[in-house]
């Protein structure tokens, strides 16, 4: 896993990444803005007193509160902004890396998008229903990274995945490698929540989610084929 992550970081900063970099950066500042303002104008027209003093007061603190509610949706929203432009980032980083992969399976756009969208609706609806546990000291932040990192480390999973298996090896894939890619997912989590980091973090998210994917396939590989060997030897 750390060496995944190691790779992943010079893959961010290698010079075929630049565009992919300034695409995360306008795309993560757009995403944490429309969130704040969403969020901020329905908190700003609520009028929930009814006192106009005391009305301003809270649209202040919703204000407030709403920036640092974009922040806490923020990891879910980059899984629908990475199917935009998720190609681009892995194909780099395969023709860097694992130049012997061959030819990606055709899915079209469409494909990774509805995953990516499936899979941050989801993560959505989930923190929101969450936020009441977040009030609770010490709970807040295993409830924050747990969950995220159970949706995101799957939902980054099969988006890069399903560029070279279908959704049926995939998900077993999962199953049998759920601990690692969960905590791989609460690795991604973590980057985006830090300030600044979460700017660029996208791209090191996708490249380090290539890295353990190829070696999780890699692993399975050299598995089989030490099993069929055991088998041929049994059978002699």
């Not at 995360?24 to 704040?36: E, G």
């Not at 432009?85 to 061959?102: H, K, Q, S, W």
């Not at 298996?165 to 973590?190: E, K, N, P, Y």
Request: avoid cysteine; charged fraction near 15%; aromatic fraction near 10%.
């Amino acid at each position: 896993m750390l060496t995944a992550f190691s790779l992943a970081v010079e893959d961010t900063f290698a010079p075929e990444q630049r565009r992919a970099i300034g695409i995360s950066l306008a795309l993560a500042l757009a995403a944490i803005a429309v969130l704040w303002l969403g969020f901020g104008w329905v908190l700003d027209h609520a009028r929930v007193a009814g006192i106009g003093w005391l009305d301003d007061l809270i649209a202040v603190a919703g204000s407030v509160a709403a920036l640092l509610l974009a922040w806490m949706l923020f990891p879910a929203v980059t899984m629908l902004v990475l199917g935009f432009f998720l190609d681009g980032i892995v194909a780099a980083v395969e023709n860097r890396r694992y130049p012997g992969v061959g030819p990606i399976r055709t899915l079209g756009v469409a494909t990774g998008l509805s995953s990516a969208l499936r899979f941050s609706l989801l993560a959505l609806a989930l923190n929101l229903l969450a936020l009441p546990l977040h009030l609770i000291p010490g709970l807040d932040l295993f409830i924050y990274y747990g969950l995220n990192g159970y949706l995101v480390g799957r939902g980054y999973f099969e988006l890069v995945a399903l560029r070279r298996v279908d959704l049926g090896t995939a998900r077993a894939m999962w199953r049998r490698h759920r601990g690692r890619l969960v905590l791989a997912g609460i690795v991604i989590v973590f980057l985006l929540s830090l300030p600044l980091i979460n700017l660029v973090a996208p791209v090191t998210a996708a490249a380090f989610m290539l890295h353990v994917f190829e070696r999780l396939r890699r692993d399975e590989a050299a598995e089989t084929f030490a099993g069929s060997w055991r088998s041929r030897l049994t059978e002699d």
